[in-house]
């Protein structure tokens, strides 16, 4: 700004010596409330201004116009700064002829591309010179409702600089400590995927980030040239941890099943920080009124300490040792609620100068505590699995060992059961053979006494059929199953043959050619059939074939291939005349064929020649 001419002020210098760390201005301003002032009238009128001191407000957003007259006496770099204020305007100007007015901007929702190079938002840099008044002129504004606060003081620049750096060095090591405790919770949730620890994680996460907010990096890292917007955050980021705690609480708990009206009341404490953050939201966006929206979190924040401290009281009976390290936690925090509720409503923003700290430091410890109980938790339940797992082994064991022993009784029973089945089976099997044998010796006693050929052969057919039936049953083994029963074909049919040849030798002698594998075997359940084929087929050669054949011979070949067996009976008779073709013995013959799913063709070929295809038995 241009030089300008100034009248001496008549307030009393403010001395600012080397020896000096920092000096409060507070108590040496003067005072003038109004927006319609410029620099210049207020310089040239400082008739205008009152002490601080006896100063009452008229509104808390107007614009108020600090004054003070400084001198140091030697050449000096010092900071100018302050805390709350939204807007702060500096103008400082030498008490000589042609001075040059020096301007500069800060201020809480001050953007950064309005700031001059080496100042903030809550400092200025100035230069004074040896023994030269400066009148300093701060306009300030303070548009969020509370009474402003205005805690100017003016330090040496190394000296601010030291302080500020171990301030930072004190609040990174805060940081960090809460950046490792909520790294650390997400690795815990992420390799046992227990659920509390993720609302434990939000409840670190929305404190670490308040206070982040609060020492205004999330402004400067995310929205530094819209500072308004970036402070409408700051509660939020406190109601997301509340929500994380909450949470935390009711499952960690398991309140749904210890006392189904609490978990109802925590879901409504739950859903009720939801609207609060949103009308607080809405209040500080519109009207920017943040003394407004806090003094309605501290309100409500009355009903959620209620739900905080009735909870606990309530199920302490039902908590364990593990769960009872979270009412721990929950009780630090519940002390210093309301510690800060009280003091803010006694100080308002002044509070906010410890906050920080004080919220960093206990929000960690509450971490810890609930850390603590989770862990423990986790640990409790592993025994208590491990636990499980040994009774739900001796319990399997046990089990096993009822149902070794029932397996072995029901052994001994089926054995038992096995032995009385042979029993009766060896008996029945012994019944058949009897019967079979008297059935055999009647007919054989009967046969001397035929009293022609045709009863002769009669008696002959009958006991062929019977003898096959003899020699099928001698084959079985009654120790086997059903499935299991096989008899040896070759020796199956030699027998047939041989016995056939002792029936009808005093007729006449035919030569048998037997071509069967010896380790060919049939099964029981087509052995009957085929017997009694092989006996008619016999016996109708023995009875028509061989009236006028010198050399009679049989020939019976029996093969098995793609699961087929393939018989042809032959003989050298004089062959199957047309009028014969619908014997008894062939009706006999074909039905038993169709009974074991088979077929058959006959054929005059030098003899007569059947030709049979049945499956075999799998």
């Known amino acids: 700004m241009g030089g300008i001419s100034l009248k001496l002020a008549a307030q009393p210098l403010v001395s600012f010596g080397p020896n000096q760390t920092a000096l409060n201005l507070k108590p040496y301003f003067y005072v003038v409330e109004g927006h319609n002032y410029t620099p210049k009238t207020l310089l040239d009128q400082p008739q205008l201004f009152i002490p601080l001191s006896v100063f009452k407000y008229k509104r808390p957003d107007d614009t108020f116009w600090l004054k003070t007259t400084l001198i140091t006496k030697q050449h000096t770099h010092a900071i100018i700064s302050f805390r709350h204020l939204t807007h702060a305007e500096l103008y400082l100007v030498a008490n000589n002829s042609n001075a040059q007015m020096v301007y500069q901007k800060a201020g809480a929702f001050r953007p950064i591309n309005e700031i001059n190079k ?34 100017f003081e003016i330090s040496h620049q190394n000296n601010f600089i030291v302080k500020e750096h171990q301030s930072e060095l004190l609040d990174l090591w805060l940081q960090g400590a809460s950046g490792l405790l909520i790294l650390y919770v997400f690795l815990s949730w992420f390799s046992t995927r227990y659920r509390p620890f993720l609302w434990l994680m939000l409840f670190a996460l929305g404190f670490h980030f308040y206070d982040i907010a609060l020492n205004r990096y999330f402004i400067d890292w995310f929205l530094p040239n819209s500072p308004q917007y970036g402070w409408l955050f700051v509660q939020h980021f406190l109601h997301l941890g509340l929500i994380g705690l909450f949470l935390l609480l009711i499952d960690s708990w398991k309140i749904k099943d210890k006392n189904i009206k609490l978990y109802h009341y925590g879901k409504l404490v739950v859903a009720s920080i939801v609207i609060i953050a949103i009308i607080s939201f809405l209040i500080n966006f519109f009207s920017t009124n943040y003394r407004l929206s806090t003094q309605i979190n501290i309100f409500f924040s009355l009903v959620f300490l209620a739900y905080a401290i009735s909870t606990p009281l309530i199920l302490w009976r039902k908590l364990d040792k593990q769960e009872r390290y979270l009412a721990y936690g929950l009780g630090l925090y519940v002390t210093a609620t309301i510690f800060f509720n009280i003091t803010i409503s006694l100080w308002g923003e002044q509070l906010y100068l410890i906050t920080p700290i004080a919220t960093k430091i ?165 052995g009957l059939s085929l017997g009694i084929i092989i006996s008619e087929l016999i016996t109708n050669s023995y009875k028509h074939a061989f009236s006028s054949q010198p050399l009679p011979h049989i020939t019976i070949s029996i093969s098995l291939s793609d699961a087929t067996w393939h018989m042809r009976y032959a003989d050298n008779g004089i062959g199957m005349k047309v009028n014969k073709s619908h014997s008894l013995g062939l009706s006999l013959i074909s039905d038993l064929t169709r009974q074991l799913k088979g077929t058959f063709e006959v054929m ?15």
């Open 118 to 151: 080496g100042d903030n938002r809550f400092h200025f840099s100035i230069a004074l010179l040896p023994n030269i008044p400066y009148t300093l002129l701060i306009k300030s504004t303070h548009i969020k409702k509370y009474k402003p606060i205005f805690d």
């Open 362 to 526: 206990i929000s960690i410890c509450v971490v810890l505590l609930f850390l603590m109980g989770l862990n423990a938790r986790l640990r409790q339940n592993e025994k208590d699995k491990m636990r499980y797992l040994n009774e739900l082994n001796l319990l399997q064991k046990h089990q096993n060992e009822i149902l070794e022993e029932s397996v072995a009784l029901r052994t001994v029973e089926l054995e038992q059961r096995n032995q009385r089945i042979e029993t009766l089976m060896n008996e029945l099997n012994h019944r058949v053979k009897n019967n079979l044998q008297l059935l055999y010796s009647l007919n054989s006693l009967q046969l001397p006494n035929a009293s022609d050929v045709a009863t002769s052969h009669l008696i002959k057919d009958n006991i062929a059929r019977i003898k096959a039936m003899m020699l099928v049953n001698e084959g079985l083994n009654p120790n086997q199953t059903t499935e299991e029963k096989k008899i040896s074909l070759y020796e199956f049919i030699t027998e047939i043959t041989t016995h056939s040849k002792k029936m009808f030798q005093s007729e006449r002698t035919v030569e048998f050619k037997i071509d069967i594998k010896k380790q060919l075997t049939l099964d029981s359940r087509i």
């Open 604 to 618: 005059n070929d030098n003899g007569l020649v059947y030709l049979f295809n049945f499956p075999s038995v799998s």
